[in-house]
């Protein structure tokens, strides 16, 4: 069976107030927000927080958000956050939001959509959007130590502009050590040898897999709960052991 991530929430983990201390486009439709917390914790890469907003009214909304920084730095949390235009939460980041501005969060949150260091591999990483985001503190995990386990990030994104950490996944792959990152973009075609033009399916993945030592020990899926479905999916169609899959969805 799949294993679909769970967010237990520790009754201990407390609400704190955190100050935007730097906001970062990253495509048209995501930017990141970064954060200085006033009581430090330290997290594990894929675990998310939780982001409580209060109007004057006292009606409160609260989301969750991956953090995409590695746990090497959680002095600046970085949260990548999607503009959905019918949304509540998100729009108030992108059109609302200024550095300075006080919210509140708590975290960290999630037990098994986790990577550390010390895990072995290889890893296979498979996200969609903005559920890049936890994906990204795993790679930055794996590059601040120098893991030498091989990790594969297959990232969909509907066009070139619209790759979040573009830069940074190329430069980390640039160096052609223990990651490698192959990007299908949906709505154009590839740029690079070796990438895809069309959504994940199990021919992909089937090539992909080959690009990466067997057996393969993890993967981790993550983004909007069509694109999980389809990429777990696929995933076991290339003979994935089912077991082998964390997934964690966003939206409903
Ligand atoms: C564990 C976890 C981690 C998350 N991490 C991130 C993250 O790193 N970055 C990020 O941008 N979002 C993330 N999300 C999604 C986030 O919690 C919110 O759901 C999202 O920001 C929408 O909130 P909203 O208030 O703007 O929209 P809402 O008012 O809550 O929703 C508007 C509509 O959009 C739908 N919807 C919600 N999320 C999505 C989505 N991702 N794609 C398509 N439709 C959606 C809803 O079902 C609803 O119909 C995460 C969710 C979970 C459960």
Known sequence: MIEASKSPITPAIRWQKVTINKIQK?????TSFFFTPSVLFSFRA???VEV????????RAQRAYSIASA???????ELAIEKLETGEVSPFFHEAAQVGDEIELRGPIGGHFIWQGSDS?????????????????????????RSDVPMLLLLSARSWEDVIFRDELLALDEKKGAFK????????MPKREG??????DTPMLVEILKRLPSPLKRT???GSNPFVTVASEALVGAAVEPGSIRTERYGQ
């Open 71 to 77: 746990p090497e730095n959680s002095g600046s949390l």
């Open 121 to 145: 591999g290889p890893i296979l990483l498979a996200g969609a959007g903005s559920g890049v985001a936890p994906l990204m503190s795993m790679i930055r995990h794996h590059a601040n130590t």
């Open 181 to 188: 990152l192959v990007l299908t973009i949906t709505r154009e």
């Open 26 to 30: 990253r495509t048209p439709t995501v």
């Open 46 to 48: 894929g675990q998310h």
């Open 195 to 200: 990438d895809y033009g069309r959504r994940i």
């Open 220 to 222: 981790y899926v993550c």
């Open 52 to 59: 409580r907003l209060t109007a004057p009214d006292g009606y």
